[in-house]
């Protein structure tokens, strides 16, 4: 995929991915990317599932010592493994470029956890060729991530920290269910080593919304944890460290007042000129 000088009218790019959606070809250029540390119990049905809504499926085993890779076997995805523990943010990275490098129009995330529902994955995408250069964060409904109470706390600590940072209102910012657009994993360059694994999700959404790239949320549904082990997500240090993040993103401008006011008045930032597509290039490499 390329991009071009003379970038086409979103509008008349959004309805060719339509028409090219409805032919029932959109989904072969968005790829899917699971992270997955010692996940064997859940991680083949979600991929399989996955595999059934998109031809594009990796899932990006962690270095686990469980049988998460093995369990795979004989699925039509593709399994890369880190050859020791990299965290959340370097797995993503890797299956990022991975998809990337093969002409992804878009990557979408999940869970291998179970938690996340494959079959929701056609939602992302089409409201991807609606706005083709958003940023979009699958969102769970309030009472459903009143599940535990800690963890609910401390996200929407993180939504407020981040959310201010970011210079508009956040939903759901440690939901691992996105869509990113692939000018946005071009344009950014982040930190994605084991201490970043999950400051990187929160990171990118401030930086998103710094470039101008357009945000908006997926509604999605959660289901309780299939397998045996507890999350990854530690509320008291991975919040820590992203509030330190957070933190020093507002220091450097100066405490962002206007992105404070921005979240307490639940309005938005103007929108910048928005990166855009060279639409016929997307369209063709869908076609292809």
């Given amino acids: 995929m390329q991009w071009c000088n003379k970038p086409i009218d979103n509008r008349m790019m959004s309805d060719m991915l339509r028409d090219t959606f409805h032919e029932g070809r959109a989904t072969d250029s968005y790829w899917v990317v699971i992270p997955a540390y010692n996940e064997a119990e859940t991680v083949r049905d979600v991929a399989m599932r996955a595999r059934q809504q998109c031809p594009n499926v990796i899932v990006v085993d962690d270095g686990s010592t469980d049988e998460t890779a093995q369990v795979l076997a004989g699925l039509d ?91 508009q209102p956040i939903e759901d910012s440690q939901s691992g269910f996105r869509l990113y657009p692939a000018q946005l994993l071009r344009d950014v360059m982040l930190p994605h080593d084991q201490k970043h694994g999950f400051v990187f999700e929160s990171e990118i959404m401030i930086e998103a919304a710094r470039r101008g790239f357009s945000s ?46 921005r979240v307490f008045c639940g309005r938005t930032k103007p929108a910048m000129s928005e990166p855009t597509y060279c639409g016929r290039e997307i369209v063709r490499q869908i076609r292809k």
């Fill in 77 to 167: 995805v593709t399994v890369l493994r880190n050859d020791k523990n990299c965290g959340k943010a370097g797995s993503l990275s890797r299956g990022f470029d991975h998809a990337l490098a093969r002409g992804a129009v878009g990557v979408i995330t999940l869970d291998a956890d179970g938690q996340h529902a494959p079959e929701e994955i056609p939602s992302f995408v089409k409201q991807s060729l609606d706005y083709p250069n958003a940023f979009l964060v699958g969102a769970r409904r309030r009472d459903q991530r009143r599940v535990s109470v800690w963890r609910y706390a401390a996200n929407l600590i993180a939504d407020f920290w981040i959310g201010w940072a970011a210079g």
């Fill in 216 to 261: 908006g949320n997926v509604s999605v549904s959660v289901r309780p944890r299939s397998g045996p082990r507890p999350s990854h997500f530690r509320p008291i240090l991975d919040i820590a460290r992203i509030t330190r993040m957070v933190s020093w993103k507002l220091v450097s401008r100066g405490m962002y007042p206007i992105g404070l006011y």
